[in-house]
């Protein structure tokens, strides 16, 4: 994609910057089926940059609910989107319109292949290889796979001699370093043919459009963040009833609750009916 479409793009996220940036592409509307094949004819057919714009632009919140699913690595979230966005960008390049599927379903390979990318580089290499032997057997087995494919039964148990690891760790690291070689739903590298698309990424949801997911995954944090919310303004003994009456895994009676804070274990219930009530009259209004 030309990079006058990229210089426009809000891709570099500041740490200043981040919460304004959420709060806007949260705000950008849902494009219609309609709308948006108009928008990706116009930049296939007559190469129409501010089409291109506009499809992106319009999906960065999609880039957003992807990226939250990798908030579990401890990498930067502006990071991972910013890693998404490009891969959105990628994909709007590639994207044909006359096959019949919207943008989101055939983006979301581009966004995940660019933040799988980024996350490898940054986080999992180092978790494969911990200590110094994993490290030393990681590179060692990596040459040695470039000259001789596969390893046999004999060269895995040299490998292992040699390097002072089982011949378990041999094979699993094996395992790890063909990967790609299965990867269903990797993009094809920029380098080679720039129209390729793995096949995956034309596969048709037929039980759910990409936009309803979306709305329904949004709708569910936002209940879940009312919930937050309304359970902080509880005081610490009705938090405290609620945690240990719904939330903790060895779930407390009535009676036991009655003993710690020595009241009767009707009481207990009162205070746990009430504060069920307001959690629940904080969902009432964020319907």
């Known amino acids: 994609m030309s990079n006058a479409l990229a210089i426009t793009l809000p891709t570099n996220l500041s740490v200043g910057s981040f919460d304004s940036y959420l709060n806007t592409v949260s705000q950008m509307p849902i494009l219609t089926p309609e709308y948006e094949r108009e928008l990706a004819l116009r930049y296939r057919d007559n190469g129409d940059l501010e089409a291109a714009r506009e499809l992106v632009l319009y999906n960065l919140r999609f880039v957003v609910h992807v990226a939250r699913g ?3 690595y ?6 991972i ?3 998404g966005n490009v891969g959105l960008m990628k994909a709007v390049k590639r994207f044909d319109p006359d096959v019949g599927v919207r943008l989101v379903s055939f983006a979301v390979h581009w966004i995940r ?6 996350v490898i580089k940054n986080w999992r290499i180092v978790k494969v290889a911990t200590t110094k032997a994993q490290r030393k057997l990681f590179f060692n087995l990596r040459k040695s796979k470039e ?4 390893l046999s ?5 040299a490998v292992a001699k040699d390097l002072g690891v089982d011949l378990k760790t041999v094979y699993e690291m094996e395992k790890r370093l063909d990967g790609n070689d299965v990867a269903l739903d990797m993009p094809h590298d920029d380098s080679s043919d720039e129209n390729y698309s793995a096949p ?3 596969l ?3 039980n759910a459009d990409p936009s309803t997911l979306l709305e329904n995954a949004e709708w569910q944090d936002h209940k879940e963040d009312k919930l937050s919310l309304a359970m902080a303004d509880l005081d610490e003994r009705s938090l405290d009833i609620l945690n240990s009456r719904w939330l903790a895994e060895e779930k407390a009676t009535l009676h036991e609750l009655a003993g710690r804070y020595n009241v009767s274990a009707e009481r207990i219930r009162q205070l746990e009916k009430n504060a069920m009530n307001k959690l629940k009259a904080a969902f009432v209004l964020a319907a």
């Open 147 to 150: 000259r001789l494919g596969w």
């Open 153 to 157: 039964n004999e060269e895995a148990k």
């Open 113 to 118: 292949a660019e933040i799988h990318e980024f």
């Open 70 to 72: 990798y908030s579990g």
């Open 200 to 202: 995956i990424s034309y």
């Open 204 to 206: 048709e949801q037929h």
């Open 81 to 83: 989107i910013q890693e």
């Open 74 to 79: 401890g990498l930067p979230l502006p990071d």
